[in-house]
T-cell receptor, first 114, second 114 residues
Framework: KNQVEQSPQSLIILEGKNCTLQ??????????LRWYKQDTGRGPVSLTI?????NTKSNGRYTATLDADTKQSSLHITASQLSDSASYIC?????????????FGRGTQLTVWP | EADIYQTPRYLVIGTGKKITLECSQT?????MYWYQQDPGMELHLIHY???????EKGDLSSESTVSRIRTEHFPLTLESARPSHTSQYLC?????????????FGEGSRLTVL
C-alpha cells in the first residue's frame, strides 16, 4: 500500500473556480510535506512546504494545510487559471532514516477549462 | 530557479542502440535521483546516489545503469535500448540541511525507442 495517497486522481474545473486536492499519508516519522506542480512534459516544481508544526501556508493563489494528527494535507487553489492545468504531486520527506527517504503520491491531474 | 540540467530533452533512436542521458547540477547537492515516468502516470524511482561513487537501484527495476564520478554529474546509460524503454526520464537532486528535503528536477529527457 502506498504510504502517500492522493485524491481525486483527476479533476476538471472551470476557469475562475476554486478546488481542493487531498493528500493522506502514513509515513512516520515525518519531516515535511511538499506539494509539487508538474506541467505536461516538464519536471515537477515545489509549490509549498509544510513542516510538522505548520497548519497553513500560502503561496499566491495556492494554500496548503496540514493536520499532522490525522496525517492529512490539502492544497487549495483559488480563482483557477488555465495555467493551473497540471499534475499536483504530494511528497513526504522522512529525514529520520540515515539516508533520508522521499515518499511520492501518484498525483492529481487538474484540468482547467475556459 | 533550479540549476539542474538534462540532455537531450528529446531522443528518438532505434532498437539496440546504446544511449546515455546526461544530468548535471551546480548546487553541490550530494543526493541525486533518476525517475521514470510514463505519460499521465506517477514517478518511479529507478536509481539514486548519495554521493560520489555511491549508486543504488531504486524501487522500479530498470535495465539502465548509472555512475557518479563527480558530485555534479549523474549520467544514466542504456546499453541496448528497446521499445519498452520508451518513457520520460527525470533527474533530480535533493537539497538537505535543516528540515528542507526539497527536490529540484531537471526538465526531463523524453526517450522514444523504435
Amino acid at each position: 500500500k502506498n504510504q502517500v495517497e492522493q485524491s481525486p486522481q483527476s479533476l476538471i474545473i472551470l476557469e475562475g473556480k476554486n478546488c481542493t486536492l487531498q493528500c493522506n499519508y502514513t509515513v512516520s516519522p515525518f519531516s515535511n510535506l511538499r506539494w509539487y506542480k508538474q506541467d505536461t512534459g516538464r519536471g515537477p516544481v515545489s509549490l509549498t512546504i509544510m513542516t510538522f508544526s505548520e497548519n497553513t501556508k500560502s503561496n499566491g493563489r495556492y494554500t496548503a494545510t496540514l493536520d499532522a494528527d490525522t496525517k492529512q494535507s490539502s492544497l487549495h487553489i483559488t480563482a483557477s487559471q488555465l495555467s493551473d492545468s497540471a499534475s499536483y504531486i504530494c511528497v513526504v520527506y522522512d529525514r529520520g532514516s540515515t539516508l533520508g527517504r522521499l515518499y511520492f503520491g501518484r498525483g492529481t491531474q487538474l484540468t482547467v477549462w475556459p | 530557479e533550479a540549476d539542474i540540467y538534462q540532455t537531450p530533452r528529446y531522443l528518438v533512436i532505434g532498437t539496440g542502440k546504446k544511449i546515455t542521458l546526461e544530468c548535471s547540477q551546480t548546487m553541490g547537492h550530494d543526493k541525486m535521483y533518476w525517475y521514470q515516468q510514463d505519460p499521465g502516470m506517477e514517478l518511479h524511482l529507478i536509481h539514486y546516489s548519495y554521493g560520489v561513487n555511491s549508486t543504488e537501484k531504486g524501487d522500479l527495476s530498470s535495465e539502465s545503469t548509472v555512475s557518479r564520478i563527480r558530485t555534479e554529474h549523474f549520467p544514466l546509460t542504456l546499453e541496448s535500448a528497446r521499445p519498452s524503454h520508451t518513457s520520460q526520464y527525470l533527474c533530480a537532486s535533493l537539497k538537505t540541511g535543516g528540515n528542507t528535503g526539497e527536490l529540484f528536477f531537471g526538465e526531463g529527457s523524453r526517450l522514444t525507442v523504435l
